[in-house]
T-cell receptor, first 116, second 115 residues
Framework: DAGITQSPRHKVTETGTPVTLRCHQTENHRYMYWYRQDPGHGLRLIHYSYGVKDTDKGEVSDGYSVSRSKTEDFLLTLESATSSQTSVYFC???????????????FGPGTRLLVL | AQKVTQAQTEISVVEKEDVTLDCVYETRDTTYYLFWYKQPPSGELVFLIRRNSFDEQNEISGRYSWNFQKSTSSFNFTITASQVVDSAVYFCALSEETSGSRLTFGEGTQLTVNP
């Protein structure tokens, strides 16, 4: 498995405040992803990155922005948190290079975010 | 557009029973990948298997086996002689080569194995 960490692991914040979640991987993977997990929806893609400074939107990107200034770090920012963004957030990465495992995404431990 | 359906929301079995988790997918791509992930009560997502669209061989890993059938667009997962430690939510997922290999997940099946 890829060495992926997420910080913080738990966060409680108030509506309207900015929040940044960090994903850090030590595998030199090219691709990184942010998902949110909500009951009845499984996991849904928020944003993804296909290289340093290269990012694109997923299916639920409204209200979120991302940045990737280094291969190992992928930041997810909620510019002004809302109660609908209360969720569990997972980061994932995959190598994308040659080899059988290049298509497999490995996940971090998740961040539980509560917006009051 | 890609889609994954796991029709079984919850399954409850008694230890040592065999159980099959169903997964049906939709895609227009000819090259795609199917995955199963396990999410135990602790919450992390654990990768179990990846299957390529051009490889229809079934696979067995210990008590786990997977049946991939392109004709019915299904990728079912069977646990033989289930154990309490198998209790978890299991997700089936699909990625298409033309969509940047973004994963589309099913809603998951909650499996409870009772002693």
């Amino acid at each position: 498995d890829a060495g992926i960490t997420q910080s913080p692991r738990h966060k409680v914040t108030e509506t309207g405040t900015p929040v940044t979640l960090r994903c850090h991987q030590t595998e030199n993977h090219r691709y990184m992803y942010w998902y949110r997990q909500d009951p009845g929806h499984g996991l849904r893609l928020i944003h993804y990155s296909y290289g340093v400074k290269d990012t694109d939107k997923g299916e639920v990107s409204d209200g979120y922005s991302v940045s990737r200034s280094k291969t190992e770090d992928f930041l997810l920012t909620l510019e002004s948190a809302t109660s609908s963004q209360t969720s569990v957030y997972f980061c994932a990465s995959r190598s994308g290079t040659s080899g059988r495992a290049r298509e497999t995404q490995y996940f971090g431990p998740g961040t539980r975010l509560l917006v009051l | 557009a890609q889609k994954v359906t796991q029709a079984q929301t919850e399954i409850s079995v008694v230890e040592k029973e065999d159980v099959t988790l169903d997964c049906v997918y939709e895609t227009r791509d000819t090259t795609y990948y199917l995955f199963w992930y396990k999410q135990p009560p602790s919450g992390e997502l654990v990768f179990l298997i990846r299957r390529n669209s051009f490889d229809e061989q079934n696979e067995i890993s210990g008590r786990y086996s997977w049946n991939f059938q392109k004709s019915t667009s299904s990728f079912n997962f069977t646990i033989t002689a289930s154990q309490v430690v198998d209790s978890a939510v299991y997700f089936c997922a699909l990625s298409e080569e033309t969509s940047g290999s973004r994963l589309t997940f099913g809603e998951g099946t909650q499996l409870t194995v009772n002693p």
